[in-house]
């Protein structure tokens, strides 16, 4: 439900990394988050290996989660090879698992895409050299796009863009410098900063920093697990 103000408590958490040994469970954290927020962003590596039955047991957990849901895929829910089964499963569950689409939550558009690695600024790796180079560029220019075509389906005054990969360096400070640039890529902040985007939130850079913003100042919020926040909990809440 909407405030008298017309704003939503989004709330945004990351790196869940899932086991199938079941050692973490995030039934209480749902709860919890569905008494506090009006949404829930997941920024992906809801799993830790990509495998269908992780997915199964945060499915299991998402029963206690009684607010919409938004998530996108993180790099670990690829590893196993069956990160179209983890869609399947976490959709079937009723959260909305975006990649490269956008979904209208209460009045906001939600966009959602992986995103990829290749750098910051003007140490981005550019497209030369060897053909592994090059699809590497071409995999991160790939995913810019989707979040691109995305966007533009936007329909409401205001969009929230989830990722998993990291669109400014600032975001992952406190990781080592030598990984910054397998934890994002400026592609991403450059298309966010060609639409109007309220906040946008990421995971994946554990170790990295709360809160940054775009070149043209739209704020970002790596909201990884791991990382304090306002909240002293996981989970970021923002209004939106
Ligand atoms: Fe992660
Ligand atoms: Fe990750």
Redesign the pocket.
């Known amino acids: 439900m909407s405030k008298s103000n017309g704003k939503l408590n989004v709330a945004a958490v990351a790196?869940l990394h899932v086991k199938e040994d079941a050692s973490v469970s995030y039934k209480d954290l749902f709860a919890e988050v569905s008494s506090v927020a009006d949404v829930l962003v997941i920024a992906?590596?809801l799993t830790d290996r990509g495998k269908p039955y992780e997915a199964e047991l945060l499915a299991a957990d998402l029963k206690h989660c009684l607010i919409p849901v938004a998530a996108v895929l993180?790099?670990?829910d690829y590893e196993s090879g069956h990160a179209g089964e983890v869609m399947r499963i976490l959709s079937e569950a009723g959260a909305h698992i975006l990649d490269g689409q956008n979904v209208e939550i209460e009045g906001i558009g939600f966009v959602g895409a992986k995103g990829f690695a290749g750098g910051f600024g003007r140490h981005m790796l550019s497209s030369f050299g060897e053909p592994a180079i090059k699809a590497m560029v071409a995999e991160s220019v790939d995913e810019a796009m989707r979040l691109e075509n995305a966007l533009r389906k936007v329909r409401t005054d205001r969009a929230v863009v989830v990722l998993?990969?990291a669109p400014i360096a600032d975001t992952v400070q406190g990781e080592p410098p030598e990984i910054y640039p397998f934890l994002g890529s400026s592609r991403l902040s450059e298309t966010i900063d060609r639409f109007k985007v309220t906040a946008v939130f990421h995971?994946?850079a554990?170790n990295g920093t709360y809160k940054g913003t775009t070149p043209a100042g739209t704020p970002v919020f790596n909201v990884a697990a791991h990382i304090e926040k306002p909240t002293g909990r996981p989970y970021a809440v923002i209004e939106v």
């Open positions: 790196d992906g590596d993180g790099n670990h998993h990969y995971g994946h554990h």
